[in-house]
Antibody, heavy 122, light 106 residues
């Protein structure tokens, strides 16, 4: 069964750092681009960052560029999002999502994890 | 960035009714339009991709239309389990952007 499982969320102070993870299973990890999409409490969906299937290309929303870094480890089929200089407005559920192809510009998301909650608060 | 605007923001309907949700893009996106369903506490679920194509496993009462800037999602005969929030999303340009959502109550 194809599955994505996020972990690593929690409470962090403004200005702090956190890394969230997404463990993939049931499909060939390198065949698909992956993205992080977030949802602030009671709000809509916001794409955050994407990574190509091969891992060589990345892109970011302007709101997180320079603060967040997306990466993957193909030895354990895990996607990461390293978040630094966190702000109150970064508080959200962070979902990882699998795209339908390997290009970093592929944005049809047919497989999602259940998400991990990141709360930025003092 | 391409802005996606959905209407209405919320609606209430009865079992068996037909409902349509509209989505408008701020610029032309060809047919690069996806629809998702999200229930409380769950991840979004892809329903329709490339404006008109039904994702595998999605009931045929869901259908999509449109191209360019104007799109619709129609549920032909509402079921109780269709109560959810629906989002459109453009996948034509970076960054991919979502509509604000339409909350459907049954």
């Amino acid at each position: 069964e194809m599955q994505l499982l996020e972990s690593g969320g929690g409470l962090v102070q403004p200005g702090g750092s956190l890394r969230v993870s997404c463990a993939a299973s049931g499909f060939k990890f390198t065949d698909y681009a992956m993205s992080w999409v977030r949802q602030a409490p009671g709000k809509g969906l916001e794409w955050v960052s994407g990574l190509s299937g091969g891992g060589g290309a990345t892109n970011y929303a302007d709101s997180v560029k320079g603060r967040f870094t997306i990466s993957k480890d193909t030895s354990n089929d895990t996607l990461y999002l390293e978040m630094k200089s966190l702000r109150d407005e970064d508080t959200a559920i962070y979902f990882c999502a699998r795209a339908s192809c390997s290009s970093v510009f592929c944005y049809r998301f047919a497989l999602w994890g259940r998400g991990t909650l990141v709360t930025v608060s003092s | 960035d391409i802005q996606m605007t959905q209407s209405p923001s919320s609606l209430s309907a009865s079992v068996g009714q037909r409902v349509t949700i509209a989505c408008r893009a701020s610029q032309g996106i060809a047919s690069f339009l996806n629809w998702y369903q999200q229930k409380p506490g769950e991840a979004p679920k892809l329903l329709i991709f490339e404006a008109i194509d039904l994702q595998t496993g999605v009931p045929t009462r869901f259908s999509g239309r449109g191209s360019g800037t104007d799109f619709t999602l129609t549920i032909s005969s509402l079921q109780p389990e269709d109560s959810a929030t629906y989002y459109c999303q453009q996948s034509n340009k970076t960054p991919p952007t979502f509509g604000q959502g339409t909350k459907l109550e049954i």
